[in-house]
């Protein structure tokens, strides 16, 4: 079957209510810095320009690349958030980064420090870091998005991957998307940027383009795995790229957990 097959339009007739929640719109970015040079005076710090990033950071950080992908499309938010998790470097080149907290820990300092935002990102893809994330912001109104390289994925044998897990915990609260180029490109944070700034019920999350961000060569097959496990991703048909399924990992809708978050608050 053919790309450009797999496509169909879909119209959402659930009434929805636009309820206004200032934070709703605003991204929190969790990122590792280095605490030896730690350049945030705060757990989280708030940013309206992407210059005011790279004086913090700097152009080369990761915590630049996020935000750079955050506003890469032509609608993007106004005002978002960045977290660090903090972590010492390594002495000798063989040697990993000495991690001083989790990713789970850092998410609970900063949803201590600042709970003024609504959707996380995270730069680590690690399937551990993943997973607990996403019980963390299960028990939350809030949305989680992720992407992961891993070709685990797209094996249909296989259940023990990151995307079979989140599908069997039954976490409507994250979003993954798989990506050969999760690790680089960041695809969750150019999608986030483009479509968390809609109101609710106004738009789906499928269909989406992601700016400068490389299609996924995928088969019939890895697509028939991937919708199978509830994991989103991005292909390209007919010269055309856009995202596909628009779906939390339990299979809802994103707008849909979007609209009762906001009904909800």
């Known amino acids: 079957m053919s790309q450009i097959d797999r ?12 309820i206004d929640i200032a934070a709703f719109d605003i991204p929190l970015l969790l990122v590792g810095v280095n605490l030896q040079d730690l350049p945030m005076t705060e757990r989280v710090q708030t940013f309206t320009t992407l210059k005011g990033v790279a004086d913090v950071f700097g152009v080369g950080h990761v915590a630049y690349t996020m935000s750079q992908k955050l506003l890469s499309g032509n609608i993007r938010p106004s005002t978002w958030k960045i977290a660090y998790v903090g972590y010492t470097p390594a002495v000798e080149e063989e040697e ?38 996403a019980a963390i912001i299960q028990a939350q109104r809030r949305m989680y998005f992720t992407s992961s390289s891993n070709p685990q994925i797209l094996a249909s044998e296989d259940s023990s991957d990151v995307a079979s897990v989140l599908q069997a915990s039954g976490y409507f609260r994250t979003a993954l998307l798989y990506s050969a180029n999760a690790d680089t490109a960041f695809p969750e944070a150019a999608w986030v940027g483009s479509q968390l700034p809609e109101i609710p019920g106004s738009n789906t999350w499928e269909y989406k383009q992601l700016a400068g961000v490389p299609v996924s060569k995928l088969s019939d097959t890895n697509i028939t795995v991937l919708e199978s496990k509830d994991a989103n991703y991005y292909i390209s048909a007919k010269g055309v790229s856009f995202t596909r399924r628009g779906v939390s990992t339990d299979g809802s809708w994103i707008d849909e957990i979007n609209n009762y978050s906001l009904l909800a608050a």
Request: proline fraction near 0%.
């Open 7 to 18: 496509i169909v339009d879909i119209n959402i007739t659930r009434e929805t209510t636009q």
């Open 96 to 133: 990993e980064d000495d991690i001083q907290e989790t990713y789970a820990e850092a998410l609970n300092a900063a949803m201590e420090a600042d709970d003024t935002w609504y959707a996380l990102l995270a730069d680590s893809h690690q399937d551990g870091d993943i997973l607990s994330l």
